[in-house]
């Protein structure tokens, strides 16, 4: 769904990955439930004791989503967001 009165669109998370080039790296991706679109987020864990949750959903701005140009990549996006928004509320923790 967009809100046009920010410019925000809300995004599934579809991807949860570590990083090859950097330790206590989490790679966050959230996509568009048509899979067209992403917005990749990264955490760093700082200690064991870092909790830090993470939605089914997140709001992210229009500027900040990169293209899926791969059309095998962009319907593995659109089925797993589908998928999340269907058994998912956008705040449930995952």
Same mark, same amino acid.
């Given at each position: 769904? @967009?809100? $046009?009165?920010?410019?925000?669109?809300?995004v599934?998370?579809? &991807?949860? !990955?570590?990083?090859? #080039?950097?330790q206590?790296?989490?790679i966050?991706?959230?996509?568009t439930?048509?899979?067209?679109?992403?917005? @990749?987020? $990264?955490?760093?864990?700082?200690?064991?004791?870092?909790v830090? &949750?993470? !939605?089914?959903?997140? #709001?992210a701005?229009?500027?900040?989503?990169?293209?899926?140009?791969?059309?095998?990549?962009?319907?593995?996006?659109?089925? $797993?967001?589908?998928?999340?928004?269907?058994?998912?509320?956008?705040?449930?923790?995952?």
């Amino acid at each position: 769904m @967009r809100d $046009e009165s920010d410019d925000s669109v809300q995004v599934w998370l579809v &991807e949860r !990955t570590y990083s090859d #080039d950097e330790q206590n790296m989490i790679i966050l991706t959230y996509a568009t439930t048509d899979g067209e679109r992403y917005f @990749r987020k $990264e955490r760093a864990l700082t200690s064991f004791g870092d909790v830090r &949750e993470t !939605t089914a959903a997140v #709001d992210a701005d229009l500027d900040n989503l990169g293209s899926v140009n791969d059309p095998d990549l962009q319907e593995q996006y659109a089925a $797993e967001a589908q998928r999340m928004a269907d058994i998912h509320d956008p705040d449930d923790v995952i």
